[in-house]
């Protein structure tokens, strides 16, 4: 008669629950074997609360971890559609996103000079942005914060 090994399933069964997801597969798949081993006669049958309790806690840990695959399927599933969606015709080039530069002027009436774009943006890239045309005239802050765009 072989002796039961029903701590171990119960510690992989744990660890399964707990830490480990694959852990709580193999605590399942030996406690079944090792129930069958002592229902036949094989096993010792001493340790068969702890064989039993191990192969419970590696069904559930088994059922958990089957869950957060699919939870983390579906996040990444959602978070590719979201991406593919906001970014319109994948057949398109995208454009960079130009930075908008908050200019403090220390002497509020004086002229602020023209944007210009941070991490080697030109004005090249952004042929919407006309430099070129006249700007409306800006109202008087009296913080000296203008917004640039």
Same mark, same amino acid.
């Given at each position: 008669? =072989?002796?039961? @090994?029903?701590? #171990?399933? /119960?510690? *992989?069964?744990?660890?399964? #629950?707990?830490?480990?997801?694959? *852990?709580?597969?193999?605590? !399942?798949? *030996?406690?079944?074997?090792? #129930? ?18 191990? =192969? ?8 958990? /971890?089957?869950?957060?695959? *699919?939870?983390?399927? #579906? ?8 991406? $593919? ?8 080039? /995208? ?6 530069? !908050?200019?403090?002027?220390? +002497?509020? =009436?004086? =002229? $602020?000079?023209?944007?210009?774009? @941070?991490?080697? +943006?030109?004005? @090249?890239? +952004? ?20 917004? !640039?765009?």
């Amino acid at each position: 008669m =072989k002796p039961h @090994r029903g701590t #171990l399933i /119960l510690v *992989l069964g744990i660890l399964g #629950l707990i830490i480990c997801g694959p *852990l709580a597969i193999v605590a !399942w798949i *030996l406690g079944a074997n090792d #129930l069958k081993e002592m229902d036949a006669g094989m096993m010792d049958p001493a340790g068969r609360g702890n064989t039993q309790a191990g =192969k419970i806690c590696g069904i559930i840990g088994t059922i958990l /971890l089957i869950i957060g695959i *699919l939870v983390v399927g #579906l996040f990444f599933m959602f978070g590719v559609v979201a991406a $593919l969606a906001t970014h319109g015709d994948a057949s398109q080039p /995208l454009k960079p996103q130009a930075k908008v530069v !908050w200019a403090v002027s220390i +002497f509020p =009436k004086t =002229k $602020l000079p023209e944007p210009f774009f @941070r991490s080697g +943006f030109s004005a @090249r890239d +952004f042929p919407e942005i006309n430099l070129a045309a006249p700007k409306p005239a800006r109202p008087y802050s009296p913080s000296g914060i203008s917004r !640039w765009f």
